[in-house]
């Protein structure tokens, strides 16, 4: 199976009036690589994910995948290569789920659906006889996957995910993340992932890309941002899980005294 496309991010500059929302990035993705965008809320890390599909178009600079530009092609026809999940969902309300799974299929001039439906449905583990419920009768979970099956049924290589697990209970949550990562391997993808839960990015991600102000901060593995590398914005949010951690296991031991408030 090939890996999913490489990424690059060349001199990528984006601003919103006087606000500069990403500033001159420059960032290599490896091909088939699991990367996470972490970041304090306003670091731009959204804004340079949406820079990939020209939902946001860069000022200046430019995106390469696989080589390419991706200016070089209509925005419509970019978008309907690459899939993206995002915390909302957007479902389409007056569409069964069949429908929305197939909409990219669709779009793309493709009349029989039905078994790439079937598919994707087996694919993040939904029971067949969802196909023609409308989305309003799904749980939150089951809407999610519906979304993630709509984004990886063009079979694109190249997914984006923007605070995809955020609108979901903890157990849904990591439930759905590690189904993600498992995708993620056997699809053999390139994955970008926004996430503002540093403990989810250091489970799922291959590497770990920390914006602050616009500007990459740090860019490192899990593990070498656990052994202190990554720069003082990365160890600031690694040093969140790690404290939760540490009260976790104090409130574990009965002979520390701690009682779960200090």
Known sequence: MLPGPELRFVNV??????IAAVSDVRLTIAAGSFVALVGASGSGKSTLLKTVNRLVAPDSGHVEIAGLRSDTQPD??????????FQ???LFPHMSVADNIGIG???RGQADRSA????????????????????DA????QRQRVGVARALAPASGLLLMDEPFGALDPITRDELGREMRDLHQRLGLTT?????????????ADRVVVMAGGRIAGNATPTELLAG???????????????????????SNPDSGYSGHG
């Open 13 to 18: 500059s984006r601003s919103y009036g006087m």
């Open 76 to 85: 419509h026809a970019l978008r309907r290569a690459i899939g993206y999940v």
């Open 88 to 90: 909302n969902i957007g």
């Open 105 to 107: 299929l669709k779009l």
């Open 116 to 135: 790439r439906i079937a598919e994707m449905l087996a694919l993040v583990g939904l029971d067949p006889a969802l196909a023609e419920r409308m989305p």
């Open 138 to 141: 799904l749980s939150g979970g």
């Open 192 to 204: 970008i992932m926004v996430t503002h839960d540093m403990a989810e990015a250091l489970l799922l």
């Open 229 to 251: 590398a990554g720069g003082s914005e990365a160890q600031a949010l690694v040093a969140v899980p790690r404290e939760q951690a540490r009260r976790l296991a104090m409130m």
